[in-house]
Structure formats: structure tokens, C-alpha cells
């Protein structure tokens, strides 16, 4: 049994002083613990595969893409997509970011939309310290983040059906700040 688990014990039996119950409430969100994880990886993996095989060649209409999390909370909604850094740059979809601004322009017009873009290195969310970079789809739609579709700092690339964002024009934030964030908005939707 991990010492944080004994203490939340001891704190339940009054085994320990109120100084101590604070510290052990500080820590309680920094657990290492996911409060939601796919029970049955094989069956997760399987039906991502049924789904693949929905688009087959032949077909006029080809591609796809899904959105990373999506919460919903007395009408409100927070949305995140996760992209990967790859030279200090991410890619994402045109038609993905067209879906994403259309989304966001249409749930802000009955409710309450944060729709969030994080760009990650390889991280472990599970450490409250380690770091991401996001922007929210109001700083996109207010040019804050600029629209490249080819690399400023590669002249050999072309135009592609992508937009590449640089990790410099993106807001640094730990994984913690981020849950807070998360929570900031969910509380707003009370």
C-alpha cells in the first residue's frame, strides 16, 4: 500500500493532525491514478479496427478524423485535439480545422464552447510537471496563431492540405494548470 493511501486511511480514523490533512488534500491532485481507463484493450483496439474498414477502396468519399475529447457539462462544452510536435511544429487537417471552426462558431451560439488545440512532445500526463502547449479557437479565429500551410523555415516544402502551427505561438502550461483550466470551465458551466 503506497504512503498516500495509509495516510488518507489514517486521516479517515483521525489518526493524523489537521496539518496533515491539508498536505494529503494538496496531493490528491497530483495522483498518478486516471479517473477513467479502457478495461479492455483488445476490444477498444477492435472496434477502432471495425471502424476502419467502414471507407474501402472504391469509395468516393475517403479520409477521416475524430476529435480527441469532448466533455459536455449542463449544455457547455470543452473540446480537445492533441497533436503530437514533430521539429517543434504541429500539422493538423485543413478540413479537420474548418470542422473544428464550424464546430466551435455553432456551439457558442446556444451555449458555452472552449475548443482547445494541444501540442505534446512525448509526455506523461500522469506527471502533473510536465509540459504541453495549447491554443483555444478564439486566438486561431483572431489570427493570434498564424495559418501557415508551408513551412517558413523549410523552402523545399509546398502547399499541403495542412496547417502548421509552431510550438512558439502556443501558450506553455503544465498538466496540472491544464486540469485547472479543464475544472475553471466545468465550474462555469454550474
Known sequence: MTDETVDLIDTFYEK???SKI???SQNFRK???AKYQIFDESEFTRGR????NLIVHGMVASGGTD????IEHNGGFIILEFKGFHNDKINIAKGQMIAYEKLHEKLNQSAKCFLYVVGCDDIDF????STVWLFEMSQWKAGAIPKNTTDIYDEQTNRQKKFIVY?????EITVEKLRELLDTHWKKFD
Open 16 to 18: 493524523t493532525t489537521p
Open 22 to 24: 491539508e498536505q494529503i
Open 31 to 33: 495522483s498518478p491514478r
Open 49 to 52: 479496427e471495425v471502424l476502419g
Open 67 to 70: 476529435i480527441d475529447w469532448l
Open 126 to 129: 500522469s506527471n502533473p510537471d
Open 167 to 171: 510550438r512558439e505561438y502556443m501558450d
